[in-house]
């Protein structure tokens, strides 16, 4: 279960912060002292670090690492459930370049009456422009880094050192926040049966394959999905796409 540390920042709002394991409060404040050095610098008075949302973890709370952001505004955002697909989310979607956008960008096009309160949110709290962009860690999880205020577009030069200065942030979080991994190692042969599952090969197609028996792909299967935790072959091909075994 995910658990939220709070610390007073620097500049605009609390520091919010959720983890699955929470660590020190020392070392989570170091890191949000990071990023809202960031911001100041490039003079943006909000920023947010989140993980990029994904189907089976959409919602913003869920998916937000540090912000400063109001309260009032994190709270409403949870409940209209719109940050997965706000416009911002979706034109890092489209591109692995940085983007700045200067109209709505936490919003959707959803014409609804909740949509309509948080724009008037967003405007009144001054989250008017934000620069954002992804950048992903070495086991490839995926993060957003987006900065907001009133100031205009960066020119190049200044793209450029935001960029490396938050990949040098991800790179010291991500030693701190490991890749979940399998209780168990699997073995070669279990990762083989597995990759050819993934596939579409049947068990006997396997055994062809690999001059085995299908009493032994079956075997491997089994095993492989009780030290992914899986029910099926499906989700035991799923999780190991996850943790990088494919």
Known sequence: MKKQVRAVADGVGDAVFSRSDAGTAVREAFLDERIGEMAKDSG???????????????????????SNWPQELITLYDEVDLFYCCNLV???KRTIMPVFCDKSPFESTAANQE?????????DYGLKNTFAFTLHDADLR???FAFSGD???FPRNETMSQVYRAMEFLDLFAQHNPVDRPSENLSNREIECLRWSAAGKSSDEIA????????TVVGYLKSAMRKLDSVNRMQAVARAFRFRLL
């Open 44 to 66: 943006f008075a909000y920023y947010l670090v989140a993980e990029f949302p994904r189907g089976d973890r959409n919602g913003f709370v869920a998916n937000c690492l540090a």
């Open 90 to 92: 979706s034109g890092l």
């Open 115 to 123: 949509n309509q309160c948080l724009s008037s949110l967003f405007r």
């Open 142 to 144: 995926q993060y957003i």
């Open 151 to 153: 100031r205009p577009d």
């Open 208 to 215: 062809i394959i690999l001059d085995l028996s299908s009493h």
